[in-house]
Every structure is written in structure tokens, then in C-alpha cells.
């Protein structure tokens, strides 16, 4: 029973099928471009930009933005390190925000905190797809005139406040990686309020030259210049092909994983020695991942080896940033030390039957109970 598992099937084939036939497998042909149309469509603004990863999308939201050496960028501390390594890449800061301890996500308290005189704009996540807080994150950042990039790699079909994550700050970067809720494999894209801000992205994409495939269509043989330095971050034709195909299948990829979500719930409910996660009213979970918090006294690598030894796959969930040694030395985050230190990520993904679920859980409280010594479940008595 996998941590996670990628539901691609026959109609992602015969996509990917089209593509060979049509002679056009690389990037920025007209499966990304169609790709691209739909994305702008979907999210409602103003642009979308199809790249190779979400990695890549961030990279290029802060050279779009102007991110420059010496510069400041603050980034939410508890997730997969991609912001922080994005604001490095372009030679700034990364400045790391402790989170919420029910939700993960950026704490803005911890934000408004951290604004110096060389702050340019934050990074918010939706950790594991769930939304931060961008009214009161936007509100704070308009105050200060910094710019909000939402890293929404994990919450393809999240909501907060009723409007959909991936558009809740100017810049929205997404991710297709297989263990996100819609994949081709390797993928993202930038969503961008500003029109302006995805075409620099567009441009920086493709070694800062416009599409070779859209090039091949113009009579006569007019000769582009390069005048920018850019990079090969497109996204081919046959994973936009893929694209295309799920997501037409968010809707339903995502409804099964809620049934999961709300399943374990159901399961767990009671159990002592752990925390559920935490959904705020005002938005809903993409369910990228399913992470319970340990209670302080239970050895969380006993859980995990006995929960794989019966070939159930869990894992730490995500990161706390600044406890990577490539960043070092940073400033503490406590509340996200102690989520990294706790959180449990349970299988999760849009296939597990509702046999397997109620497995997982039985399976979880029993190794709980194995896992933390009587002494301390019977007090210091
Ligand atoms: C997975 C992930 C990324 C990286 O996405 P790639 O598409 O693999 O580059 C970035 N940010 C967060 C929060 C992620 O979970």
C-alpha cells in the first residue's frame, strides 16, 4: 500500500498517442498551448504560462518579479524546500516564517515580523494542498509593498474564501509532479494576475526566444534575435498532452481522496496519541497529502517501522526549511521544528479502497499503543 499513487490511465495513452502521430513532442507546440488556454481559463487569470516543473515556475515568478542579489524574500518554513532554493537561485534571501501549528501554513503574525527595509515579497504554501491565510497575508503585504507569490505545487483543487488556490496571489505556481493530484510525470505551470509577468516567464522559459513550433508557421524567414538570457524550463507536448486529460479529472481524482480524507477521520476520531488535520471553515484541502501529528510521547520511527513492516507506506510528511543543512545557519522556527518532528504522512491518493483505509487505521492505532511506553500513558505516577 503506497504512500502515493499516480492515476494515469487509457485516456492519458491515447493523448500521449496523438502526440506521436502529430510529429510534435516538444515544447510549446499546440497541446501546451491549448494547455495554456484551458489553465487561463480554469483559474481566471490572466495568464498562464505551462513549464517543466513547479520548481522552474518559481525560479521564473521571481525573475519576473525583479527579485535581485541582496534582496530579502520571505518564505513559509514547513514544506518541501522549493521556495526558499527558488529565492537562492536568483542570488536573494530566503527568510524563513514560522507556521500555524494547526494548519502548517504561514503564520502572518510571523510574517509581519520578519519585514525589514530589504523585504521584497513573500512566498506563501499551501502545505500538503491546504490554502494559507492570503487576506490577511495580501492585506499585510499591500501595507509594505511587497509582492505574494502562492507556491500551490500540492493544491490543485483547493479553495479558500471560494476562490480556487493556484489564483489567490498574483504569481500562482502549480505542480504535476506523479505525486501531486494531477500529473504527466514531471510539470507546472505560473499563473499570473499580469499579463506582463507571464509573458517575461514565457520568454525566460525558451532561452528567451518566442516558440520555435509557432516560428515554423510565418512565411518568409524573418530571424529572431535573442536578447534576454533564459532557460530550457518547457513543458513538451506529450506531458501538456496528459495535462490536457487531468485535468478534466480533478473533480472527480479529488472527491475519492476526500472520501479518504473524511474516512480516516471517521477512523481516527478519539485516538489520544494523535492530531487530525485541521481544515478552517473558509477552505477546503486538495489532500496532496494526509499528515496526523503524533502525540510528543509516541517514537514516531517505531510507528513508521511498524506500520511498513506490514507494507503500509507512510513517511515524515514534509520539511521544516530551515533545519536543512544547505541553509544554514537560519533563524528557529519552533512550531514548524516541532510539526517535522511529529507529522505522519498516511497513504493517501485517489485509489485506495475502502478496505485498505480502514487497514491503515487499525493498523496505525495499534502501533501507537506500541509505540510509547506505558509508563508515560499512565502519567508520572
Ligand atoms: C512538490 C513541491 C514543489 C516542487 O514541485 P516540482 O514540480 O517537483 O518542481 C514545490 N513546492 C512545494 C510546496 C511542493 O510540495
Redesign the pocket.
Known sequence: MPLVHASLGERELAAVAEVFASGWPAGQGPRGKALEEELTRMYGVGDAVAVS????A?HLALLALGVQAGDEVIVADY??P??AQAVRYVGATPVFADVRADTGTVDVGAVADLITSRTVGVIA????GLPADYEPLQQLADRHGLFVVE?A??AVGATYRGRMAGALAQVG?L???G??GATSG???ALLAADVKIAADARLRSSFGIGSIFEMGKVVGLPVPEFTEIGYNFKLSDIAAAILRVQLGRVGELLARRSAVAARYGELLAGEELLSLPVVPEDRTHAW?SYMVTLDARVDRAQVAAALRGQGIGCGHG?WASHLQPVFAPARACPVSADLFRRNLALPMHAELTADQVERVALALRGALREAVSPRALGGAA
Open positions: 516543473n513547479c520548481g522552474a518559481l514544506t518541501f522549493a521556495p504554501v499551501d502545505t500538503v507556491d505545487a500540492c505556481c505542480s504535476f509532479h505525486r501531486k514531471e510539470g507546472g496532496q514534509t
